[in-house]
Structures are given as structure tokens and as C-alpha cells.
């Protein structure tokens, strides 16, 4: 399995970046996928996780309303849409996955029990 992020890049604060990650290896049918972020200096987080079989969907907080998790099931690849991006936002993102749908639901994921990383993808939003 293998999971290649892209799409990061420098964006002003208010402006709007969508990440990739084209998955191999496995079908976005059958997995809990989704992202984390680690911001420099800080402890990794979750963002949100997207489980297709399960029906589930979950966002932290500090992204709920901001951030949009999609799919296109027909490529095999999962999408982060990120708009009004804070400086707070700055990180590397990485896709994760686990060939397991239950590890994706409405209140959250154990991303560290996640199988598959990818290696990120950096995000860096100025003020």
C-alpha cells in the first residue's frame, strides 16, 4: 500500500489550498483514510478521517467548517479541501490509512494505529 500526498504549497492567510493523496494498494472502499498534521516543534494531530463503507466523517475542531474531506473513489484518491487557511494551519500533512473501516468514525480516529503513512506534504500559510 501506498500513499502519496501533494497539492501544499505557500498560501496567504484567507486563501484555499486542496491536498491530494493518490492511494495504491488498496480501495478507498474498504479503508478509514485520512489526515494529520504536525505543525514544527509541535505533537502530530489529527484533521479529519473518512471511512466510505462505514458512513462516517469526522473533522477536529479547529478545522470543522473550514476544511472539506472528499473522495473520488474511481481514481483511488482522497482529497483535502482547506479554505479560510489560518497562519495555525501551517504543518506537514499526511495521509494515513488502515485496512480497517472501523478505525474511522463520526467522533474521531486512533490515528496512531493507523497502517499506512505517507511521507506529508507541507503546508505553509503566512499572516
Known amino acids: 500500500v501506498q500513499l502519496v500526498e501533494s497539492g501544499g504549497g505557500e498560501v496567504q492567510a484567507g486563501g484555499s489550498l486542496r491536498l491530494s493523496c493518490t492511494v495504491s494498494g488498496v480501495s478507498l472502499d474498504v479503508v478509514a483514510i485520512g489526515w494529520v498534521r504536525q505543525a514544527p516543534g509541535k505533537v502530530r494531530e489529527p484533521v479529519s478521517c473518512t471511512s466510505r463503507s462505514e458512513g462516517s466523517t469526522w473533522y477536529a475542531n479547529s478545522v470543522k467548517g473550514r476544511f472539506t474531506i472528499s473522495s473520488d473513489n474511481a481514481k483511488n484518491v482522497l482529497y483535502l479541501q482547506m479554505n479560510s487557511l489560518e497562519p495555525t494551519d501551517t504543518a506537514t500533512y499526511s495521509c494515513?490509512?488502515?485496512?480497517?473501516?472501523?478505525?474511522?468514525?463520526?467522533?474521531?480516529?486512533?490515528?496512531?494505529?493507523?497502517?499506512?503513512w505517507g511521507r506529508g506534504t507541507l503546508v505553509t500559510v503566512s499572516s
Open positions: 494515513v490509512a488502515q485496512a480497517n473501516p472501523d478505525y474511522c468514525s463520526n467522533y474521531g480516529f486512533d490515528f496512531y494505529d493507523m497502517a499506512y
